[in-house]
């Protein structure tokens, strides 16, 4: 019998190592611009083309002290918004990002976190989102699971002194 309990651990112990995965985490910083095509279905009224910066942050409290200069890579992200929308609105998004040497797409919904009309003429809403995506297994070379995050500003119309983007974490598991 114990030597049926020492087979029986050592397959799970090899199972188990086999099963492991490696945890990857990306911060990146998106900015829309016009130089990046979004392409979406008819009917999908958000449309995201937008660079990707690497933000550098202050050790001691993370601030962000620097945006990133020049852009890494590239983002694409398209969804549906209703068209009434107020705080707790939610809308279907995907994204895929292109770092170059990696591919990561990802889908799920955003949420109107809060929204305000700054002092601008006319006053339109500054929309404040969060968004939670499942990303696609495979949709990079050994990408077992994985999720995208983000803190979101919207602008349904531009506002002077206000600009779209968003800070996006990436929590990702490759395999070993």
């Keep these: 019998m114990h030597m049926l309990r020492t087979i029986a651990l050592a397959v799970l112990t090899l199972t188990a190592a086999a099963a492991s995965a490696s945890e990857e985490v990306l911060l990146l910083r998106s900015q829309e611009s016009p130089e990046v ?7 999908e009224n958000i449309k995201l083309g937008a660079f990707l910066y690497a933000p550098r942050t202050r050790a001691r409290d993370g ?6 200069s020049r852009p890494i890579g ?6 549906t918004m209703p068209l009434v929308v107020k705080k707790g609105t939610t809308a279907t998004f995907r994204l895929a990002i292109d770092l170059g040497d990696r591919t990561v797409s990802a889908s799920g919904e955003c949420t109107v976190a809060e929204m305000f009309a700054p002092l601008a003429m006319p006053p339109y809403p500054v929309l404040l989102a969060g968004c939670a995506l499942a990303v696609e297994p495979g949709s990079d070379p050994g990408l077992l699971h994985g999720m995208a995050s983000s803190s979101s500003v919207f602008l349904p119309r531009p506002i002077p002194g206000y600009d779209t983007g968003s800070y996006w974490t990436f929590h990702l598991y490759y395999a070993d």
């Design 37 to 43: 095509p979004a392409l979406c279905a008819a009917g």
């Design 63 to 68: 601030l962000v002290m620097k945006e990133g």
């Design 74 to 79: 590239t983002a694409v992200g398209c969804g």
